[in-house]
C-alpha cells in the first residue's frame, strides 16, 4: 500500500493507525551534498519537496525485497543534518501487507505496478490550513530545519498545496481524507489474509 500526500497531511499517524508494517520512504532523501538535488526557484534553498530530492529506484527495490523476502535494509536519515546517518533492516516476516508512506510515493506507482507489488496507493487530503499547521508545529518540535527556512517552506507548499495534490491523484493515487484511508488500508489487509488463508 502506497501513501502519499503533502508534507503534514498525517501519512505517519494513519500509517501506524493502521496496524500494518511500515516503511518510511522519506528515509530515502539524498544527503544534503548530492550535487543533483534541486533547488527552490530563486533562491539557494534546496527544495526537498521536489521528486528530484530523493532517491526513487533504491526505494522501489526496498518495496520489491521485502515483498519478495519479508526484509529489506532502510536507510537511517536524519532530517535535521540531511544525511545518511546509517542502515537498518526492517523485517515485516509473511506479513500479507505493509504501508509505504512518504510524500513522494505516488512518484513509484506506476513502477510498482509494473513490479506486480501494488496494491492500492491513496493520498491523504486535510486541506492547505490544516496541513500548514501541523507541518510547521512538527518540523519546529522535530528540529527538522531552521524556523526562517520552515517558514519559507511552510508558505510555498500552503500555496501549491492543491496542486500538489492534483499531481499525485494524476499519478495514479487516491485522494481521501483520513477516516477512509484507514478504511481502504483494513479492507485491503483483510482481503489480503483472505487470499493467504485459501492459498494456503
Do not use: N
Not at 532517491?55 to 526496498?62: C, L, M, S
Request: charged residues 25%; hydrophobic residues 40%; aromatic residues 6%.
Amino acid at each position: 500500500m502506497l501513501l502519499c500526500g503533502p508534507s503534514g497531511s498525517g501519512k505517519s499517524l494513519v500509517a501506524a493507525r493502521s496496524g500494518l508494517p511500515v516503511l518510511r520512504l522519506d528515509d530515502f532523501y539524498k544527503e544534503g551534498d548530492d550535487p543533483t538535488l534541486p533547488l527552490v526557484a530563486g533562491s539557494s534553498d534546496i527544495d526537498w519537496d521536489h521528486p528530484g530530492s530523493w532517491d526513487a529506484e533504491v526505494a522501489v527495490e526496498a518495496i520489491v525485497r521485502l515483498c519478495a523476502t519479508g526484509s529489506t535494509g532502510v536507510p537511517v536519515y536524519d532530517l535535521a543534518s540531511s544525511s545518511r546517518t546509517g542502515e537498518e533492516t526492517l523485517h515485516i516476516g509473511r506479513t500479507p501487507l505493509f504501508v509505504a508512506e512518504g510524500i513522494f510515493a505516488a512518484e513509484i506507482v506506476e513502477r510498482c505496478r509494473e513490479r506486480g507489488v501494488l496494491a492500492d496507493a491513496l493520498c491523504l487530503a486535510r486541506g492547505p490550513v490544516t496541513t500548514f499547521r501541523r507541518r510547521f508545529l512538527r518540523d519546529l518540535k522535530e528540529g527538522r530545519k531552521s524556523v526562517p527556512f520552515l517558514l519559507r517552506r511552510g508558505w510555498r507548499l500552503l500555496r501549491t498545496e492543491r496542486a500538489i495534490v492534483a499531481r499525485q491523484v494524476s499519478l495514479g493515487a487516491h485522494a481521501c481524507g483520513r477516516d477512509e484511508a484507514l478504511s481502504r488500508l483494513a479492507a485491503a489487509a483483510a482481503g489480503r489474509q483472505a487470499r493467504t488463508r485459501t492459498a494456503a
